[in-house]
C-alpha cells in the first residue's frame, strides 16, 4: 500500500511514510471487509460513515508538515486510523466525532493500540475542541460548506488547517495557513468526503 498507493503518487515525508508502515490498518476496517483494508479506496465502517482512502489519509497528513511537538486536533475521528497516524507524528492529539458509537469504539480501539496521546471527544467538530486550544495543527476529514470559523480562531500563530470544502459531489482540499491573525489558502487536491455535519457545517446530509 505504502509504496504503490502513497510513494509513488507523490507522498514524500519520510516521517509519514514511517507511520503509514507502522499503523496496522486492518485493526480500524469492520472484520467482513478486512481482505480489502490496504485497498485504494475509502470503506464502511458503519454508522453510515467511511475510513478515508488511503492516499487522501496521506496527503492530508504531509500537509500539516508535522515535526513531532505540535498539538493537533483531528475533526471526524471515525474509525480512529488517522488519529492513530498523528499520535505517530505530534505530541498530543485531540479528536472530536459526532457520532457516540463511532467515538466509543475508536477510543478503545485506540488505547488497545497503546495510542495514549490520543483523546477522543464525542461533539460538534465545526465548534473545535476550545478546551484544548490552540492547535498547531487542524485536519477535517468530512466535507465543509465552507470553512468553520471556530477552526480558524483555534488555529495557533503559524497553524496549519486541511479541510475539504465545496459542495457534496466534489470538493478541494484545502491547505489554510494562519499567520499575523491572517489566512491564507491554498487548493491541494480534488477529493470527495462524507458531510461535516454541525452547527458550521451541513443541517442535514442532502441540504
Ligand atoms: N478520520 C477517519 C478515519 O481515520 O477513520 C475518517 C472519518 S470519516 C471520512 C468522517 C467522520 O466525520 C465520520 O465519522 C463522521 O461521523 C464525522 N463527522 C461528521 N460531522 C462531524 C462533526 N460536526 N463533528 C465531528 N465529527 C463529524
Known amino acids: 500500500m505504502v509504496q504503490e ?19 496496522p490498518r486492518h485493526e480500524f476496517v ?3 471487509l478486512i481482505d480489502g483494508a490496504y485497498a485504494d479506496q475509502p470503506l464502511p465502517i458503519g454508522e453510515g460513515q467511511t475510513i478515508s482512502q488511503p492516499f487522501m489519509v496521506g496527503a492530508m497528513t504531509e500537509a500539516l508538515e508535522l515535526e513531532g511537538e505540535e498539538r493537533v486536533l483531528e475533526v471526524g475521528t471515525g474509525s480512529g486510523y488517522q488519529a492513530a497516524l498523528l499520535a505517530l507524528l505530534a505530541r498530543e492529539v485531540h479528536s472530536v466525532e459526532s457520532i457516540a458509537g463511532l467515538a466509543t469504539a475508536a477510543q478503545e480501539r485506540l488505547a488497545r493500540l497503546g495510542c495514549s496521546n490520543v483523546h477522543v471527544h464525542t461533539g460538534d467538530g465545526t465548534l473545535g475542541w476550545a478546551e484544548a486550544a490552540p492547535y498547531d495543527a487542524i485536519v477535517v476529514t468530512a466535507a465543509a460548506p465552507r470553512i468553520p470559523p471556530p477552526l480558524v480562531e483555534q488555529l495557533a500563530e503559524g497553524g496549519r488547517l486541511v479541510i475539504p470544502v465545496g459542495p457534496a459531489t466534489e470538493q478541494e482540499l484545502l491547505l489554510v495557513r494562519k499567520n499575523c491573525g491572517q489566512t491564507t489558502s491554498e487548493a491541494l487536491h480534488y477529493c470527495r468526503f462524507v458531510p461535516l455535519l454541525g452547527r458550521h457545517g451541513w443541517q442535514s446530509p442532502h441540504s
Not at 498507493?5 to 499503523?23: E, H, T
Open 30 to 32: 469492520p472484520e467482513d
Open 5 to 23: 498507493q502513497i510513494r509513488d503518487r507523490g507522498i514524500r515525508c519520510p516521517r509519514v511514510l514511517d507511520a503509514m508502515l507502522r499503523v
